[in-house]
């Protein structure tokens, strides 16, 4: 049965989740920095709240989609100065550290923090194809599936608050090095005078298919990388966050150490703003150059 959920940071991910709550009959109070995305949340039938402490006032659990370890400290902050518990759900994906940092701040304040990153992109978040890697407090993570199901086609309890920030970046290093590997099979296509169309239709059903080729192979083939589902200066800095976390680790990864500097070729190009389909340009450049 839905209930009602606070959302702060109505963004690509945010937005999306918001749409898909209400559409199944949640009660979504929202809050953004951006006037045009509350008033997003209002025409899709959500309430769009002045600041954080009405958003509390409002919901037992807050849903946090943020862009930035300030923007997460500074939430957790405002949220640690509401009165009342609640249940924080974080699904950002920020370092370890910047979520155990706001973990502190909100248990110490009496609120029970969730880190609950998510696995997908902004065009899966609109379709429901998210995976939840939930971590932290078993019980309250049990009475969240229910939200969960209604904007992630599957919600996973894999233990103590951090694995779901450790999940994601596994699950990460596998999306940047499949999407450059699906770019690279679309130029080696393209210089073999194949159809694209057809590249992406055979390839794509066959033993070298990945979610990253399904998603990014069609805008390759089509040269347009607008919408961006995921732009390449947000790619960078989850690259950047997973680079980090494993030098810590003592972990060489060299296939996505060998990806990185395409994704940062991009950014030289202008390509920020794209989608990290965009990749596909860079290296077709350098295959005609």
Same mark, same amino acid.
């Given at each position: 049965?839905?209930?009602?959920?606070?959302?702060?940071? =109505?963004?690509?991910?945010?937005?999306?989740? /918001?749409?898909?709550?209400?559409?199944?009959?949640?009660? @979504?109070?929202?809050?953004?920095? !951006?006037?045009a995305k509350q008033a997003a949340l209002t025409a899709n039938g959500g309430t769009a709240c002045p600041d954080i402490a009405a958003v509390?006032?409002?919901?037992? @659990?807050? &849903?946090? /989609?943020?862009?930035?370890?300030?923007?997460?400290?500074?939430?957790?902050?405002?949220?640690a100065a509401t009165t009342s518990p609640r249940i924080v759900v974080e699904t950002s994906t920020m370092a370890l550290s910047d979520k155990l940092a706001a973990h502190d701040v909100l248990a110490a304040a009496g609120h029970i923090a969730l880190d609950c990153t998510l696995s997908g992109t902004g065009a899966q978040a609109v379709n429901r194809d998210l995976v939840v890697y939930a971590s932290g407090d078993p019980s309250a993570i049990a009475a969240q599936m229910p939200l969960f199901a209604d904007f992630a086609r599957a919600a996973h309890d894999i233990g103590s608050y951090g694995n779901g920030t450790r999940m994601k970046f596994v699950?990460? &290093?596998?999306?940047?090095?499949?999407? @450059?590997?699906?770019?690279?099979?679309? @130029?080696?296509?393209?210089?073999?005078? =194949?159809?694209? !169309? =057809?590249?992406?239709?055979?390839?794509g059903a066959?033993?070298?298919?990945?979610?990253?080729?399904?998603?990014?192979?069609?805008?390759m083939a089509a040269r347009s990388y607008t919408p961006a589902t995921m732009r390449v200066s947000t790619w960078q800095k989850d690259m950047d966050i997973i680079g980090t976390f494993a030098r810590d680790l003592g972990v060489t990864l060299p296939l996505f150490e060998a990806s990185a500097p395409i994704y940062t070729a991009a950014m030289q190009a202008g390509l920020g703003d794209q989608d990290t389909a965009a990749v596909f340009a860079v290296l077709d450049q350098h295959h005609k150059s």
């Open positions: 049965m839905a209930g009602t959920v606070g959302i702060i940071g =109505l963004g690509i991910m945010g937005g999306a989740i /918001s749409k898909n709550l209400i559409e199944r009959g949640w009660h @979504v109070f929202g809050t953004d920095l !951006d006037p509390c006032e409002n919901a037992p @659990v807050i &849903l946090t /989609s943020l862009p930035s370890p300030y923007a997460l400290a500074a939430v957790a902050a405002a949220i699950a990460n &290093l596998l999306v940047a090095i499949h999407n @450059v590997a699906a770019a690279e099979a679309m @130029v080696l296509a393209n210089a073999a005078g =194949l159809d694209p !169309d =057809l590249v992406v239709q055979l390839a066959g033993a070298g298919a990945s979610r990253m080729f399904d998603m990014r192979a069609p805008m």
